[in-house]
């Protein structure tokens, strides 16, 4: 299995689930930048430049780790799951409402088009963790959002193939039901 993180605001969540590890499983992080790989840990590290040189076992099980609505993460995410031929999970966040509605409206329009190229998205809604957990700053949320990034990563990971449908997944997530939404 192979967990992929794509754009530098992922680099926080490989570093958290790269020291606590996930059984059976490779990380990989996709950045713009040399900088940014410079500060990730995981099994490898690719610039965005070099996503061809990207290798997939047959059948390898997915799961993609993208911010929605910006750059890097937004801009090659659907290419990346093209080049995925075992089950694709995509767990996605969601910019804040601040962050303006050009970006929540590329946000949108991309988690359409995922929606036809992998088996299923969970989106996690930043804004609501913000309202659920009173008085956080920007990034205590950001922190937060990579905790459970970490958390759900390890409930999709232990989900047998053949089981990876909407439903199944939405029974094992149902703590999380406040902040985030599976398409
Ligand atoms: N969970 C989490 N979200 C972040 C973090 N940093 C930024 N974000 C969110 O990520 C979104 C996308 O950020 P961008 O920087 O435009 O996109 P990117 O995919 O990181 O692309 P590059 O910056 O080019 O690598 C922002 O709108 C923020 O909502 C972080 O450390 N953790
Ligand atoms: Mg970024």
């Not at 997939?56 to 659907?78: H, P, R």
């Not at 509605?101 to 963790?129: P, Q, Y």
Request: glycine share 4%.
């Amino acid at each position: 299995m192979k967990i992929i993180g794509i754009g530098n605001s992922r680099i926080n969540a490989i570093n958290i689930i790269n020291s606590k590890g996930i059984l059976d499983s490779k990380t990989v992080i996709i950045c713009a930048n040399q900088s940014d790989l410079e500060r990730v840990s995981a099994d490898q590290k690719l610039l965005i430049e070099n996503l061809s040189e990207i290798s997939f076992e047959n059948n390898e099980k997915t799961i993609l780790l993208v911010a929605l609505g910006g750059k890097t993460g937004n801009e090659n995410i659907l290419s990346l799951t093209q080049k995925i031929n075992g089950n694709k999970i995509a767990i996605v966040t969601t910019p804040f409402p601040f962050e303006g509605s050009k970006r929540n409206e590329l946000a949108d329009k991309t988690i359409k088009e995922l929606k036809e190229n992998v088996d299923f998205i969970i989106a996690i809604n930043n804004g609501e963790i913000q309202q659920i957990y009173d008085n956080l700053s920007i990034d205590e949320v950001f922190h937060k959002s990579d905790e459970i990034i970490y958390q759900l990563v390890t409930e999709v990971s232990k989900v047998e193939n053949d089981n990876t449908s909407q439903e199944v997944i939405n029974a094992k997530l149902l703590q999380y039901k406040e902040f985030i939404k599976i398409i």
